[in-house]
């Protein structure tokens, strides 16, 4: 049983229409195996005995949804997401505080990473829990990193202190709900919830997760994430 101080509730934003799948179909309703994309990162989600509830955030005209083999979970709550990621998590965010007045923690995952481990999503709950303060996964970036002006090289990044930012992220829902409100009225640019939070100069911590963990944005990630499922079940069952 969770105490109400480590009490997890998540945000799932799911109301992006996929146009870089060049699909009909969004890409969080694609096929993956047996289940959709969405479905298979709500299983994981799912899994993990930390989070009390999820609230998925599909578009308004999600026609999808409704075949959802989760579509009846008493666990998951369903609004309406908005134009941008952090307009859905607002909503995500405003739906929680009409189910619970405390300051809760909120992770936000990604709808189209479905290869997320419950290990990693403990991992980054226990960081948090530990100091009380904000925490994503994260990858080190091990590639060499070039700035491109007008299609020519014109700068190499020091890669040791680049990281590339995963989901979930987890913080206080009224330090987020503050972040993004202030970051949408300042006009800044907010691409994942950590930007917010920094942006106000609050500490986010870097947990190391998997590096299968990634976001399907293409066909050929698609099959990507097909095959780390696979190996992922091969090592459950090892």
Not at 119 to 143: H, M
Request: proline letters at 3%; a negative charge; hydrophobic letters at 35%.
């Amino acid at each position: 049983m969770q105490s109400n101080e480590n009490k997890v509730w998540c945000i799932v934003p799911a109301a992006g229409i996929g146009s870089r799948m060049k699909s009909n179909t969004p890409k969080q309703y694609l096929q993956l195996g047996l289940k959709t994309v969405l479905d298979s990162t709500l299983e994981r989600l799912l899994a993990s005995e930390k989070i009390h509830k999820i609230v998925v955030c599909i578009h308004a005209d999600d026609t999808y949804w409704q075949q959802s083999e989760y579509v009846n979970d008493p666990h998951i709550l369903i609004d309406e997401g908005g134009e941008k990621r952090s307009d859905s998590v607002l909503k995500g965010l405003s739906q929680i505080k009409q189910n619970t007045t405390e300051n809760i923690w909120v992770l936000v995952h990604d709808a189209a990473r479905p290869c997320v481990t419950t290990e990693d999503i403990d991992l980054l709950l226990n960081k948090v829990f530990q100091t009380q303060e904000g925490a994503i996964l994260a990858k080190p970036i091990y590639d060499t990193i070039k700035k491109v002006s007008e299609g020519l090289s014109v700068k190499t990044h020091d890669r040791s202190a680049l990281w590339s930012a995963l989901t979930p992220q987890v913080f206080k829902i009224n330090e987020l709900s503050e972040a993004l409100e202030r970051a949408r009225l300042n006009g800044q640019q907010v691409t994942d919830e950590a930007s917010a939070i920094e942006l106000m100069a609050k500490p986010v911590h870097i947990v190391e997760g998997r590096a299968d963990n990634i976001k399907i944005t293409s066909h050929e990630d698609l099959k990507l994430a097909r095959f780390y499922l696979e190996q992922q079940e091969k090592e459950a069952c090892a």
